[in-house]
């Protein structure tokens, strides 16, 4: 029998693949950034083929770290960056463009005219989103309209669509897989949460032809098989999740009131609501988790646009440390942000603000400012966006949450993670495998063949590495949050 699971974690700034036991423990992983693509300001696009390249590169490397072969692999899952769009032809497999990246703005117009036309309502009881350009389906438009003749091929079957999953299960299968699952159908905007199915009435407003969408099913789902040639056996491509959904999945978040928050790129807090679906009043969004079969799982989340990206751009973009790793030593040399607040606002505001036109800000600034106060006020913007969706969360859910389990990058810094129970009075919890995006997506694929029996067996693999409690007193912590809330304001409606 194979005795391995192996992952694909294809994110927005890098991509992985990890080859798990059957305890969860990863035995061989490799990881390779990709080029950002800036095309204007608050547009991102990234290169689809560098998507798929760089994915095939650390498959390769990744079994050769494990010591093991095709052979030994009892199936493959699939967790991808949401939202991210991408176009291609059904005979070759050829992008028709660069996949527009979910933190692009490129249609905000878009969005601010349908939302004129009073749209979001309707828009927002069917898919439990907003009209933000975050989504997919303006992207689809977009690009439809940016070639002549593109929008008559999609309508005839000739273009594809697919979030990332669906880009790389089309490449993997050597183009006999159109499909996606629920999890990632949801963040579109043309997927109805209730009847579980793409909506005429949505595709109608968006302007997206039928024939260019893929197939949908439950996470945990034999999608199909590699095809000959791209390793030397036929695997069982048998999980498929949208990155935070699969992390959920990783935490073994499986009952309601449970929540986990992923500190990557940007900052995704999700919280199980289990089978009814629960309108967000203040400023949250209603998704889909990841399913087994066709019973649906809800989660209410915060989307958070920028988290560890802002140590990106301390390192690229201001050059203030060489090594994103450096940046908790730097922050740690002083007890505080001597006042100065930072909302890394840099492609808008997602949850619960929701305002494109919001740009980054620092203020609070003084000459006695220094290098080691920009970091540590970068490091705590992390944790009071956090703040931000908790808050909402809590007053949706009627709910008092009482711990967090966090992964991700950035879930290693323990400056961070000791602000944040700080900030939330809530007791954080990290566990011993911190890539549980990777996880989860073989924990799916690793059901949907056998490999694991259940969600208790799964459960049971969950381990602590390190629980930090919340020290701060609850008259600093709030007072510390309204200064915050302040900087917000100053930073809102900057490009409008």
């Given at each position: 029998?194979?005795?391995?699971?192996?992952?694909?974690?294809?994110?927005?700034?890098?991509?992985?693949?990890i080859?798990?036991?059957?305890?969860?423990?990863?035995?061989?992983?490799?990881?390779?950034?990709?080029?950002?693509?800036?095309?204007?300001?608050g547009?991102?696009?990234?290169?689809?083929?560098?998507?798929?390249?760089?994915?095939?590169?650390?498959?390769?490397?990744?079994?050769?770290?494990?010591?093991?072969?095709?052979?030994?692999?009892?199936?493959?899952?699939?967790?991808?960056?949401?939202?991210?769009?991408?176009?291609?032809?059904?005979?070759?497999?050829?992008?028709?463009?660069?996949?527009?990246?979910?933190?692009?703005?490129i249609t905000?117009?878009?969005?601010?005219?349908?939302?004129?036309?009073?749209?979001?309502?309707?828009?927002?009881?069917?898919?439990?989103?907003?009209?933000?350009?975050y989504?997919?389906?303006?992207?689809?438009?977009?690009?439809?309209?940016?070639?002549?003749?593109?929008?008559?091929?999609?309508?005839?079957?000739?273009?594809?669509?697919?979030?990332?999953?669906?880009?790389?299960?089309?490449?993997?299968?050597?183009?006999?897989?159109?499909?996606?699952?629920?999890?990632?159908?949801?963040?579109?905007?043309?997927?109805?949460?209730?009847?579980?199915?793409?909506?005429?009435?949505?595709?109608?407003?968006?302007?997206?032809?039928?024939?260019m969408?893929?197939?949908?099913?439950?996470?945990?789902?034999?999608?199909?098989?590699?095809?000959?040639?791209?390793?030397?056996?036929?695997?069982?491509?048998?999980?498929?999740?949208?990155?935070?959904?699969?992390?959920?999945?990783?935490?073994?978040?499986?009952?309601?009131?449970?929540?986990?928050?992923?500190?990557?790129?940007?900052?995704?807090?999700?919280?199980?609501?289990?089978?009814?679906?629960?309108?967000?009043?203040?400023?949250?969004?209603?998704?889909?988790?990841?399913?087994?079969?066709?019973?649906?799982?809800?989660?209410?989340?915060?989307?958070?646009?920028?988290?560890?990206?802002?140590?990106?751009?301390?390192?690229?973009?201001?050059?203030?440390?060489?090594?994103?790793?450096?940046?908790?030593?730097?922050?740690?040399?002083?007890?505080?942000?001597?006042?100065?607040?930072?909302v890394?606002?840099?492609?808008?505001?997602?949850?619960?603000?929701?305002?494109?036109?919001?740009?980054?800000?620092?203020?609070?600034?003084?000459?006695?400012?220094?290098?080691?106060?920009?970091?540590?006020?970068?490091?705590?913007?992390?944790?009071?966006?956090?703040?931000?969706?908790?808050d909402?969360?809590?007053?949706?859910?009627?709910?008092?949450?009482?711990?967090?389990?966090?992964?991700?990058?950035?879930?290693?810094?323990?400056?961070?993670?000791?602000?944040?129970?700080?900030?939330?009075?809530?007791?954080v919890?990290?566990?011993?495998?911190?890539?549980?995006?990777?996880?989860?997506?073989?924990?799916?694929?690793?059901?949907?063949?056998?490999?694991?029996?259940?969600?208790?067996?799964?459960?049971?693999?969950?381990?602590?590495?390190?629980?930090?409690?919340?020290?701060?007193?609850?008259?600093?912590?709030?007072e510390?949050?309204?200064?915050?809330?302040r900087?917000?304001?100053?930073?809102?409606?900057?490009?409008?």
């Amino acid at each position: 029998m194979p005795q391995y699971i192996l992952a694909l974690d294809q994110g927005t700034t890098s991509s992985r693949a990890i080859v798990f036991d059957h305890a969860g423990r990863a035995v061989g992983s490799a990881q390779q950034e990709f080029a950002q693509i800036y095309p204007s300001p608050g547009h991102v696009e990234h290169d689809p083929e560098a998507l798929w390249s760089s994915q095939w590169d650390c498959i390769g490397r990744a079994l050769t770290a494990a010591k093991t072969s095709a052979s030994q692999i009892a199936a493959i899952g699939v967790t991808n960056q949401r939202e991210t769009t991408i176009l291609w032809e059904r005979d070759t497999g050829r992008p028709v463009a660069n996949a527009i990246v979910w933190q692009s703005r490129i249609t905000t117009d878009m969005c601010q005219e349908l939302k004129r036309q009073g749209l979001e309502p309707l828009v927002r009881e069917k898919t439990g989103l907003v009209l933000d350009p975050y989504f997919s389906a303006t992207k689809i438009r977009y690009l439809l309209d940016q070639q002549p003749g593109l929008r008559a091929r999609a309508e005839r079957g000739e273009i594809l669509f697919g979030t990332v999953d669906s880009f790389l299960m089309w490449k993997l299968s050597g183009g006999r897989i159109h499909a996606t699952d629920v999890t990632n159908a949801s963040r579109t905007l043309l997927f109805n949460l209730h009847t579980l199915e793409w909506d005429d009435e949505l595709l109608k407003i968006f302007g997206v032809p039928r024939a260019m969408l893929p197939a949908v099913y439950p996470s945990s789902y034999v999608f199909g098989q590699t095809a000959g040639g791209v390793f030397d056996r036929a695997i069982p491509i048998a999980g498929a999740a949208g990155d935070q959904q699969a992390a959920t999945f990783g935490q073994a978040c499986f009952e309601p009131g449970s929540a986990k928050n992923t500190y990557g790129t940007g900052c995704f807090l999700l919280l199980n609501i289990g089978e009814r679906p629960i309108v967000s009043q203040n400023g949250l969004l209603t998704t889909l988790g990841c399913t087994r079969s066709a019973q649906p799982l809800y989660c209410l989340e915060g989307s958070v646009f920028v988290a560890g990206a802002v140590v990106q751009w301390l390192r690229d973009g201001l050059g203030l440390i060489g090594n994103s790793s450096e940046v908790e030593a730097l922050a740690t040399a002083v007890p505080d942000s001597g006042g100065v607040y930072f909302v890394p606002a840099f492609v808008g505001l997602g949850a619960p603000y929701w305002d494109p036109d919001a740009r980054g800000t620092i203020i609070g600034l003084t000459r006695g400012t220094q290098r080691e106060h920009i970091a540590r006020a970068a490091i705590d913007s992390i944790a009071f966006q956090t703040r931000d969706v908790l808050d909402a969360m809590q007053l949706d859910a009627g709910l008092n949450l009482q711990q967090l389990k966090v992964d991700g990058g950035a879930s290693r810094n323990n400056l961070l993670m000791q602000f944040q129970a700080d900030l939330l009075g809530v007791t954080v919890h990290r566990p011993v495998i911190s890539e549980t995006t990777a996880l989860g997506a073989a924990y799916l694929a690793g059901l949907a063949v056998g490999y694991w029996k259940d969600e208790a067996e799964i459960a049971a693999n969950w381990a602590l590495e390190r629980e930090f409690q919340p020290q701060m007193a609850p008259a600093e912590r709030n007072e510390r949050h309204a200064m915050w809330r302040r900087a917000v304001e100053r930073s809102r409606g900057w490009a409008g």
